[in-house]
């Protein structure tokens, strides 16, 4: 079963850092291309990056609101995504979700992944 | 970037009656070369992620009921509730993963009426 935990979400103040985790099991994580999403408080899902597999080359791309100041990182080894945040805004606040990309299903269509349960960052003073 | 639009953020509709939620994509979301529209459907409830209900326009995910069904191709896409139930009370989003940025629709609350 494909699971995905997040953590490190908290309070920050604006223009400063967090690191996010995702813990991921049930699949070959280092063959993944793995996404985060957000979603600020009341309002809809925003697609903030991806990073490929390392046997792709590990690229990432990112969403224009974040990028610059988001980097998404992995580690296949601990079959762990992270997502460094900087100079974070009051428009950063958000809750996180680790998504486990797009992969093509047993009749060979290309199909969303899984989410995990999100974690809240909130960006204030 | 490819912008979704939802036809509408709130809809109301009685119980065991047809639901349709209408998505527009800015520009055509079909991939020629195998002729599939990457398009999906996600529901969502408070406090919990999205759900995936429909991907490639109109393939239900595994354990979605059979109620759910998706259609459309190009720029145009629907989906359709054919009975609401008292479960499907939430909001639905539309996504575009044929470009990066992917993007989402603002939303549809589905309310019963």
């Known amino acids: 079963e494909v699971q995905l935990v997040e953590s490190g979400g908290g309070l920050v103040n604006p223009g400063g850092s967090l690191r996010l985790s995702c813990a991921a099991s049930g699949f070959t994580f280092s063959n993944a291309w793995m996404s985060w999403v957000r979603q600020a408080p009341g309002k809809g899902l925003e697609w903030v990056g991806r990073?490929?597999?390392?046997?792709?080359?590990?690229?990432?791309d990112y969403a224009a609101p974040v990028k610059g100041r988001f980097t998404i990182l992995r580690d296949d080894a601990k079959n762990t995504l992270y997502l460094q945040m900087t100079s974070l805004k009051i428009e950063d606040t958000a809750v996180f979700y680790c998504s486990t990309g797009y992969y093509y299903d047993s009749s060979g269509y290309l199909r969303p992944g899984y989410w995990g349960q999100g974690t809240l960052v909130t960006v204030s003073s | 970037d490819i912008v979704m639009t939802q036809s509408s953020d709130s809809l109301a509709v009685s119980l065991g009656e047809r639901a349709t939620i209408n998505c527009k994509s800015s520009q055509s979301i079909l991939y020629s070369s195998n002729n599939k529209n990457y398009l999906a459907w996600y529901q969502q409830k408070p406090g919990q992620p999205p759900n995936l209900l429909i991907y490639c326009a109109s393939t239900r995910a595994s354990g979605v009921p059979d109620r759910f069904s998706g259609s459309g191709s190009g720029t145009d896409f629907t989906l359709t509730i054919s009975s609401l139930q008292a479960e499907d009370v939430a909001v639905y989003y539309c996504?575009?993963?044929?470009?990066?940025?992917?993007?989402f629709g603002q939303g549809t609350k589905l309310e019963i009426k």
């Open positions: 996504h575009q993963y044929y470009n990066i940025p992917y993007t």
């Open positions: 990073i490929k597999s390392k046997t792709d080359g590990e690229t990432t």
